[in-house]
């Protein structure tokens, strides 16, 4: 009879498939984040936005200016983000983000007037900016070993699948009032931070080993290629 060591997975392997696992596990989490912070905001906002307009009586200007006024923050915000987390990792930019953003519904659930509804979708637009798709983008990298690519698709998916949900915020607003559901989008996004925040903490298995071989991996043809920001632009 074989030895039972002879049939367990060499080191390379097990390292290859609890890579594949637990990258498996920060692609969840990447993609959950995207549907959580997606339906309130990118998918539903103009939901949100028509609530307030007939509570209120409106027009149409001042209600659509907060989601110009988010689109200007994320605008001015975004070239910084992929800096921030290559400094601070993209856990720590999930957990401040999301937390910022699910503080920003409960701000914009209280409004009375146009000034906490344009600070609360400002707040939201900061915190879905430093907490949303760019960390989301960069774990998938960090974790993934292998197609990268496709798993960069289920978090786009993800996104794109909060339209699934809008009925069901929108049924939220029909049975419990927008108030109500805003807050509880609010409460959902926070309480889902340190979650996904903690998934994404963890250093994947092997992770210096991986990273150590492929700085040592020469680049085809044997050249090596390190460009500046600027260099790579040009």
Request: net charge positive; hydrophobic share 50%.
């Amino acid at each position: 009879a074989r030895h039972p060591e002879a049939c367990a997975p060499t080191r390379p392997q097990a390292t290859r498939w609890a890579l594949r696992r637990q990258g498996g596990r920060g692609r969840a989490a990447a993609t959950a984040n995207q549907l959580i912070v997606s339906v309130p905001t990118f998918q539903g906002s103009s939901a949100i936005f028509a609530a307030v307009e007939g509570e209120f009586g409106w027009s149409r200007a001042t209600t659509s200016a907060a989601a110009s006024i988010g689109s200007l923050a994320q605008t001015v915000t975004g070239p910084f983000m992929g800096a921030a987390t290559d400094h601070f990792g993209s856990a720590r930019m999930v957990l401040v983000g999301l937390l910022i953003a699910g503080t920003g519904f409960v701000v914009f659930s209280q409004l009375h007037g146009p000034g906490l509804y344009y600070a609360g979708w400002l707040l939201v637009s900061i915190g879905v900016s430093i907490g949303g798709f760019t960390p989301s983008i960069a774990a998938v990298n960090l974790w993934m070993s292998h197609r990268r690519s496709a798993a960069m698709s289920y978090v786009l998916a993800g996104g794109s699948a909060g339209a699934l949900l809008v009925p069901l915020m929108a049924w939220g607003f029909t049975a419990f009032g927008w108030r109500p559901t805003v807050i509880a989008a609010g409460a959902l996004i926070g309480a889902s931070a340190p979650v996904i925040a903690w998934i994404m903490w963890r250093r994947p298995p092997g992770y210096e080993l991986a990273g150590r071989t492929a700085a040592a991996r020469p680049a085809p043809g044997g050249a090596e290629y390190d460009f500046t920001p600027a260099q790579a632009l040009r």
